[in-house]
């Protein structure tokens, strides 16, 4: 007699998100490596993001304590990794990151820029391009940090410019020190330090990594889905394959060296958990989120159906995929929001939420706009109803 496949439905997993990513009130933590392990990672292509993001599941919402975890005791470290995306990790889960997916990324960086090197500027190849980096590495020993534009004192081959179509209406040029930089904290043997200005500020210097152990590359891929599916579980092998960008082989390889049982999503879909994973979660109290634009929350799945409406997706996300702000009550996606020039909250439900959600939505608003203080935030990634509610 074969084994009956437990059945999750839409509302366990939308209660399961509201207690393991910290956005039920009573479960919001204090630390901010908590709130980026709940998630596995922050998004951090938008620096924004990061503060945004963990501030969200905070008690007690501090841009310094943030501050504190990415540049005092780097704790807290972005990887160019899944989905070639830039996440902020927990030191402690940072070297199965690195082995799982990031060193891979950054081969392709490696090959992509000396590519470039080869066609758009003079007198680069592997030798140069190796040398450099060595001589890039030393000058962050001695100065401690530095910006890009003050490592090309040191090293003068970083202020040289890759031209890029030559000669045509529409000719660029490319730093090399941007993108040789860009490579060494690919690579893992530099990051980002405390921005020169406020927390949004892009002027940042560089400052050296200290190495992290090696990981073999099954046992640290093995390690990243396990520590997934106890967030986002119940998902798909889609789900699993799209948030970390590999193949699926080692999608399905990665599952079965964790055990992950199956189960069946509502609508009969099959899907997964970690072993002993398939029992309910108690119920949360009523919660509502203004999350921001790439929330790894929002970002999570790619089969999405669950807690976002289709019709809503063309005013939430760009063109290329890329969320914008977004309101959730009791794990949907109910609206989005903006911050207007002036500091001003607004937001947009497209569903009657009731009397209840609207003013726990305007409760969260307020709190957000509180820690926010003069703090004015544009989104990197703009989406349609984002600067449609900017500009009203």
């Known amino acids: 007699m074969s084994r009956r496949v437990p059945v999750i439905g839409d ?78 990790v927990t030191e402690e889960l940072a070297p199965y ?24 500027a003079v007198g680069w190849d592997e030798a140069r391009l190796a040398a450099t980096e060595r001589r890039v590495l030393a000058a962050l020993e001695r100065r401690g940090e530095a910006t890009t534009k003050e490592l090309g004192d040191d090293v003068p081959g970083l202020r040289e410019q ?13 730093s090399v020190g941007t993108r040789v930089l860009r490579l060494l904290a690919a690579d893992g043997h530099v990051r980002r ?35 997934w599916l106890a967030s986002y579980g119940p998902a798909t092998v889609e789900d699993v394959k799209w948030w970390t960008g590999w193949t699926l082989g080692d999608t399905r390889k990665a599952l079965a060296d964790v055990g992950a049982e199956d189960v ?20 949360p109290e009523p919660w509502a989120a203004l999350l921001p634009g790439l929330d790894p929350t929002v970002m999570g799945w790619r089969g999405r159906d669950w807690y976002l409406r289709p019709e809503d997706v063309p ?15 009791c794990g949907r996606v109910v609206g989005g929001w903006a911050q207007r020039a002036d500091g001003e909250l607004v937001w947009r439900l497209f569903v009657d939420v009731g009397a209840e959600a609207e003013a726990a939505i305007g409760v969260e608003a307020a709190r957000l706009a509180g820690w926010l203080g003069e703090v004015r935030v544009t989104p990197r990634f703009r989406t349609p109803l984002e600067r449609e509610l900017v500009a009203k």
């Open 11 to 88: 509302d366990e997993r939308r209660a399961r998100v509201g207690w393991r990513h910290l956005l039920v009130p009573s479960g919001r933590v204090a630390r901010v490596e908590e709130a980026a392990d709940a998630v596995v990672g922050l998004h951090a292509t938008d620096a924004a993001t990061v503060y945004l993001s963990a501030c969200a599941r905070l008690a007690e919402p501090s841009v310094a304590a943030v501050e504190r975890a990415l540049y005092e005791d780097v704790s807290l470290v972005k990887l160019l990794s899944m989905r070639r995306t830039i996440f902020a």
């Open 97 to 120: 990151v690195a082995s799982s997916t990031a060193r891979v990324i950054a081969a392709r960086e490696r090959a992509g820029l000396l590519k470039h090197l080869q066609q758009h």
């Open 162 to 174: 890759m031209v890029m179509s030559a000669g045509k209406p529409y000719e660029a040029k490319q």
């Open 193 to 227: 330090g405390r921005p020169r200005g406020s927390w949004l500020s892009s002027n940042y210097p560089w400052a050296p990594v200290r190495q992290w152990p090696d990981v073999p590359v099954r046992e640290a891929k093995a390690e990243l889905v396990r520590r």
């Open 264 to 283: 069946e999503l509502d609508g009969g879909m099959a899907a997964l958990v970690l072993p002993g994973d398939a029992e309910p979660v108690a119920e």
């Open 315 to 329: 005013a939430l996300f760009d063109r290329a995929g890329n969320a914008g702000p977004t309101v959730w009550w």
